[in-house]
Structure formats: structure tokens, C-alpha cells
């Protein structure tokens, strides 16, 4: 099993900054697949970011839509994995999601859709005010 804490959170202006950290129990980070996704009311969840780690080292995808302004990241001695979220916008405002598979995935592929996944936070609140 394994156990996902979601913090970081909050609310801020436009073109600020955020930083979600999510905490594993149960397994060691490098050895799962692990993706943050959002959802924002009335919208489908959609994948932001992926990070698996491999025999070269952790591997990382990030979506169109934050490109740029997003990035995933492995904190091994803390067993966590983080996004730091960047010159943030009204319409990145949702619920964030932290999500876990001990199955591997080639993130060349992007990142794996909800049901790779089996085990999520409970997700921690961004709010984007213009």
C-alpha cells in the first residue's frame, strides 16, 4: 500500500507562485511512477505532470498546457515528489491530485492516463485570483 499527503497549496495572485509537495509512505518514490493532476469544477481531470525514475535517472513529462511555467520533482530523502507551479494563472485554478503506480511507464509516451493509477492524496486546493 501506499499512503499520499498532498500539501503546498493555497490561493494567490496571477503571475505567483506555488510549490505542492506530496509525501509517500509504503513505498520508496524512485521505485513508483508518480504524476500530479488537477481538476477544476465542471472539467474532466487532466494529467499536469509525470516523473518515473529508471536505470538513467528520473525521467519527467510535463503537460502543454504548463510547459514552461511547471516543474515535477524527486526529493529521495524525503521520499516526496514535488510541483513547483510558476507565473500561475486564473485558469490553472483546480483541485491538485498527487497519484502513485508501482507499475513503470515510458513517459515518452506522456503521462499515463487515471487508471495506470492506484493510489492518490486527497488532493490540496490552488486558487488563482486576477
Known amino acids: 500500500q501506499v499512503q499520499l499527503v498532498e500539501s503546498g497549496g493555497g490561493s494567490v495572485q496571477a503571475g505567483g507562485s506555488l510549490r505542492l509537495s506530496c509525501a509517500a509512505s509504503?513505498?520508496?518514490?524512485?521505485?513508483?511512477?508518480m504524476a500530479w493532476f488537477r481538476q477544476a469544477p465542471g472539467k474532466e481531470r487532466e494529467g499536469v505532470a509525470a516523473?518515473?525514475?529508471?536505470?538513467?535517472?528520473?525521467?519527467?513529462y510535463v503537460a502543454d498546457s504548463v510547459k514552461g511555467r511547471f516543474t515535477i520533482s524527486q526529493d529521495n530523502a524525503k521520499n516526496s515528489v514535488s510541483l513547483q507551479m510558476n507565473s500561475l494563472k486564473p485558469e490553472d485554478t483546480a483541485m491538485y491530485y498527487c497519484?502513485?503506480?508501482?507499475?513503470?511507464?515510458?513517459?515518452?509516451?506522456?503521462?499515463?492516463?487515471?487508471?495506470?493509477?492506484?493510489?492518490w492524496g486527497q488532493g490540496t486546493q490552488v486558487t488563482v485570483s486576477s
Open positions: 509504503g513505498y520508496t518514490t524512485s521505485t513508483l511512477t
Open positions: 497519484a502513485a503506480s508501482t507499475d513503470r511507464w515510458y513517459l515518452g509516451r506522456g503521462i499515463p492516463g487515471e487508471t495506470f493509477f492506484d493510489y
Open positions: 516523473i518515473a525514475t529508471g536505470g538513467g535517472g528520473a525521467s519527467t
